[in-house]
C-alpha cells in the first residue's frame, strides 16, 4: 500500500520555511561545500581566458567573452562545478550527509546527477529549436493572420516546456539520492503538484532577486566613495558568487524538501532517506 505524505509538508508555505530555515541554519555547511567547486571553476575559467582570450578579465557579471566555439567549454566546467555542489547539498537535506575533508566527490550520484543535467539541457536544446523554428516559420510580410495562428503556437509549445520541466524536477534529488536516473518517480510524485510548486519556487526567486539587488545596490553606493578601486571589485565578485551559490541552494533545498515531501520513504529515519524502490531487500538477506 502506498504510504501517504503528511498533509502540512506538501503545502508549498512549508516547503518554502523549510528550505529558508535549511538555508540560514546551514549557512556554514553550505559555504564549505560550495567553496570549492566555485574555487575550481574560477581557476579553470581563468586559465581558460589566458590560454585563449589573453587581455579579457572574468566578469561574473557580464556574459561570458568567450567566443561561440570554446564557449561549451565554460558550460562544461560550470556544470560540473554545479553538480559537485548541488548534489552535496541535496544529500544534505535528505540524509544528513557531509563528506569528510575536503567536499568534492566523484561517485555515481554526482555521475547520475550529471547524466540528468545533461539530458534536461539535450531535451531544452530540442525544444529551442522548435520554439525557433516555429517562429521563424513566420515569413517576412507574412499576413496578420499567420503571425496571430503561429506565435501563440510557440508561447504554447514554452508553457509545456516549463510544464515538463516541473514534473520532472525530482528526477534531481532522486539521482544525487540514489545514483540512478528514472524519469517516472518525479512524474508520479509530481503529479497535482505542479502549480504548488511554481508558486514556492517563483517566491523563493523573488526573495533571492531581492538579496541581488540589495548586494548590488550596495556595491553601487561603496564605489561612489572609493571609485575604480581594485578591492572593491574583486570584492563584488565575491559577493555575487556567494549570492549566485545561495541561489543555488536555495533551489536546489527547495527541490529537495519537496522530494521529501511526496516520494514515499525519501523522509524516513529522521533523515537518512532510504531508496526509494519497489521492494526494499536487505542486504544480508539470503539469496
Sequence with gaps: MAMQTSSKRDRPIETMLATISFVFRKAPILLWIGLPPALLSLAVTYAIYRVWVPGVLIDVHAA?????????????????CATLF????????????LAPGIPVRLRRYELAYAGTLSLFAAAELLFG???????????????????????????????FVIWVHVRLALVFPHAALTGRIELPVSWRAMKGNVE???????????????????????????????????????????????????VVAVITAYVSYTYQALVPLADQSGGESQVPTPAQVPENAPH
Design 64 to 80: 561570458s567573452r568567450l567566443p561561440p566555439s570554446l564557449a561549451w567549454v565554460e558550460v562544461i566546467v560550470n556544470g560540473i
Design 86 to 97: 548541488a548534489v552535496g547539498v541535496h544529500r544534505l537535506v535528505l540524509r544528513q550527509e
Design 129 to 159: 529549436l522548435i520554439i525557433a523554428g516555429v517562429v521563424n516559420a513566420v515569413p517576412d510580410g507574412a499576413t496578420p493572420l499567420g503571425t496571430l495562428i503561429l506565435l501563440p503556437v510557440a508561447v504554447v509549445l514554452a508553457f
Design 196 to 246: 504548488k510548486f511554481i508558486f514556492g519556487g517563483l517566491a523563493l526567486l523573488l526573495l533571492c532577486a531581492a538579496v541581488q539587488i540589495g548586494v548590488l545596490i550596495f556595491f553601487t553606493r561603496v564605489e561612489t566613495y572609493w571609485p575604480n578601486a581594485p578591492w572593491t571589485m574583486i570584492a563584488s565578485q565575491l559577493a555575487m558568487i556567494v549570492v549566485w551559490g545561495l
